[in-house]
T-cell receptor
Framework: KNEVEQSPQNLTAQEGEFITINCSYSVGISALHWLQQHPGGGIVSLFMLSSGKKKHGRLIATINIQEKHSSLHITASHPRDSAVYICAVLRVSNYQLIWGAGTKLIIKP | NAGVTQTPKFRILKIGQSMTLQCTQDMNHNYMYWYRQDPGMGLKLIYYSVGAGITDKGEVPNGYNVSRSTTEDFPLRLELAAPSQTSVYFC???????????FGPGTRLLVL
């Protein structure tokens, strides 16, 4: 079993829909990252969380440390949000990132 | 600031050839990382460095070597290219492991 699991693997939605991407992990962590990988391949960090909730524009990230689960939400989704969204956790034992396989999101106009 | 730069963007190698993937950052970050990303898979850590002169193996180091003679540069060397090394390679850096990693644009490598 992978130490970081993301769901769904693929998600197609219509413009304007509310999007939720989930990340579950099985190791002790000191932080969790959400990143976005554009169709061209570039990787950009969206959030780093160690507790609670963060919001940036239409993006919201939450984490529940007890349940070892995080969610990334996109409100009022737009075709430009189409990308792969990656969850990565910072393992507390050696401070190395463990990466999820990513969720491919397509927003149709 | 240019951030993290990588060269080349794309390369085709024949089996058994060698090459060096270059990575440079201008943010004075101590920590630098090399990842590979295979299609449909998560990133896997090849090597990392916590400062000039200090490197360590990640999850998938076989077939690769690194050096870190300066804070800015962290080249990745493939000595005897194999088809299994066909992948996209990303370099990243940060000030400390607990902080955001900044990524280069990636190098797409095809070994035939």
């Amino acid at each position: 079993k992978n130490e970081v699991e993301q769901s769904p693997q693929n998600l197609t939605a219509q413009e304007g829909e509310f999007i939720t991407i989930n990340c579950s992990y099985s190791v002790g962590i000191s932080a969790l990252h959400w990143l976005q990988q554009h169709p061209g391949g570039g990787i950009v960090s969206l959030f780093m969380l160690s507790s609670g909730k963060k919001k940036h524009g239409r993006l919201i990230a939450t984490i529940n440390i007890q349940e070892k689960h995080s969610s990334l939400h996109i409100t009022a989704s737009h075709p430009r949000d189409s990308a792969v969204y990656i969850c990565a956790v910072l393992r507390v034992s050696n401070y190395q990132l463990i990466w999820g396989a990513g969720t491919k999101l397509i927003i149709k106009p | 600031n240019a951030g993290v730069t990588q060269t080349p963007k794309f390369r085709i190698l024949k089996i058994g050839q060698s090459m060096t993937l270059q990575c440079t950052q201008d943010m004075n970050h101590n920590y630098m990382y090399w990842y590979r990303q295979d299609p449909g898979m998560g990133l896997k850590l090849i090597y990392y460095s916590v400062g000039a002169g200090i490197t360590d193996k990640g999850e998938v180091p076989n077939g690769y070597n690194v050096s870190r003679s300066t804070t800015e540069d962290f080249p990745l060397r493939l000595e005897l290219a194999a088809p299994s090394q066909t992948s996209v390679y990303f370099c990243a850096s940060n000030r400390s492991p607990q902080e955001t990693q900044y990524f280069g644009p990636g190098t797409r490598l095809l070994v035939l």
